[in-house]
């Protein structure tokens, strides 16, 4: 056992508490509070983070389950000087309005552009083998578990084709 989870490139112990969901392990022993806290039930992604290039739910999982594990967060993809791909298109296509949700889903695109790069398929996809297609059907299935209560829909989906566009040939 590593007793230690990595954050965004730097190793975090593990808290004492068994109980500490990882959600509440970033934000209140960490101090990254980029990742939010919407439902507390894993339907709205409010919470998603990257663990071991997976996005997962981090109110649903307790952080001692994270022993030896790679997380990145909203803070780990991007500076303010330096934003991401993805953080730069939800700015130039207005991928948020009042933001609570942006965290969560600029980190279930990333993930999910990775998904798309090893041609993993998912309910819309018209294959289970062979490349899988980029478009707005794909992108919406995808992220249809992260909210935005703004209705965003529209703008976020436009700013992760313009990203996968640029990511694919």
């Not at 990333?110 to 398929?121: C, I, Q, V, Y």
């Not at 490349?131 to 965003?152: P, T």
Request: glycine share 12%.
């Amino acid at each position: 056992m590593a007793d230690t989870i990595t954050v965004n490139g730097t190793a975090h112990p593990m808290p004492d508490d068994p109980r500490v969901s990882l959600l509440d392990f970033l934000r209140q022993h960490v101090g990254l509070t980029g990742t939010k806290k919407g439902c507390d039930h894993g339907q709205c992604g409010a919470c998603t983070v990257i663990v071991n290039g997976i996005r997962i739910n981090s109110c649903l999982t307790l952080a001692a389950m994270h022993d030896g594990d790679s997380v990145t967060t909203i803070e780990g993809l991007g500076t303010p000087d330096e934003p991401s791909a993805l953080q730069r298109a939800f700015l130039q296509h207005d991928g948020f309005q009042c933001g609570y949700c942006t965290p969560g889903q600029i980190c279930s695109a990333t993930a999910m552009l990775e998904e798309l790069a090893a041609d993993w398929p998912s309910d819309a996809s018209e294959s289970l083998e062979g490349r899988v297609a980029i478009s707005g059907e794909e992108i919406r299935e995808r992220m249809s578990g992260n909210l935005c209560r703004c209705g965003a829909y529209a703008n976020i989906v436009a700013a992760i084709e313009e990203v996968a566009a640029g990511g694919r040939s």
